[in-house]
């Protein structure tokens, strides 16, 4: 078992090294995403001034909720995963995994994490310059509740993250080219998983729905946790059991596309 463990230690290792190697990209990518908070704070300072709350929330909870949501992209977003992925299938170097006894979904897996941990170290930078100057809007709850909870969900959307891009990587065993599923699923996360703008100021019904779908707790559920946009810890339990669900789910579904894909596959170059 330690033996099996040692692999991914190695191949988190190996991303971490890798990763640091483009520690600067990464901060560029960080300071450019203040940008990204400046017009934030610009159009929802607009939608508020006509009002001290909008869907029971205030200006200082709302800009809490997005600088929380950007943090937590950084952490547990899947950037380019599934583009590597695809990448080993058709230049031929995922055939080196065939014949070892190494798990690839772990091997990417311990890459992610690998990948987080830099470009989520590397965000707390730009967070020095924002934090300071947001400060008097910020608002976060103290219950400690939410923290013991939202730690669990956000590994929950971590891996969540990384099952669908593995998902996607895995469609290059049937496509050529999976930029048009990429670009897709990335619209839609961006709208259902809150990127755009909380889920609760949609439609009752609407945001009934989405609760049930995998983009709800990408990244909007974790961030609600800890910002306040679940009040009840009810609500939060049933919620983490429907993000396992997907878990186990979205774990399932790889694994399905990896055995299928193998068939299909034909081991050149590698």
């Not at 009934?208 to 707790?217: E, G, K, T």
């Not at 810890?233 to 186990?248: K, P, R």
Request: glycine residues 8%.
């Amino acid at each position: 078992m330690f033996a099996s463990l040692t692999k991914y230690r190695h191949a988190f290792l190996l991303g971490l090294q890798s990763n640091l190697v483009y520690r600067a990209n990464f901060a560029v990518r960080g300071f450019f995403s203040l940008f990204h908070l400046t017009v934030v704070f610009i159009l929802w300072g607009a939608a508020y001034a006509g009002s001290p709350s909008i869907g029971g929330f205030s200006f200082g909870q709302t800009l809490t909720y997005f600088l929380v949501m950007l943090v937590m992209q950084f952490f547990v977003g899947a950037f380019n995963e599934d583009y590597q992925i695809s990448e080993e299938i058709r230049n031929g170097l995922i055939n080196q995994f065939l014949l070892k006894p190494i798990n690839y979904f772990l091997y990417r897996f311990s890459i992610f994490v690998a990948a987080r941990l830099v470009t989520g170290v590397l965000i707390l930078l730009p967070l020095l310059v924002a934090v300071p100057l947001l400060h008097d809007y910020l608002t976060l709850p103290h219950d400690l509740w939410r923290i013991a909870l939202g730690v669990p969900a956000m590994a929950l959307s971590a891996v969540i993250q990384f099952s669908i891009a593995y998902c996607f990587g895995m469609l290059t065993f049937w496509f050529l080219d999976i930029q048009g599923f990429v670009i897709l699923s990335m619209a839609v996360e961006s709208i259902l998983g809150g990127q755009m703008f909380p889920l609760d100021l949609l439609p009752a019904g609407v945001f009934r729905v989405a609760q049930f779908l995998p983009f709800y707790y990408q990244t909007y559920f974790p961030v609600a946790i800890l910002t306040g946009r679940i009040h009840d810890i009810a609500v939060v339990w049933q919620g983490l059991g429907i993000q396992l669900g997907w878990v186990l789910l979205l774990l399932g579904l790889n694994q399905i596309l990896w055995t299928r894909g193998l068939r299909r596959h034909t081991a050149v170059g590698g």
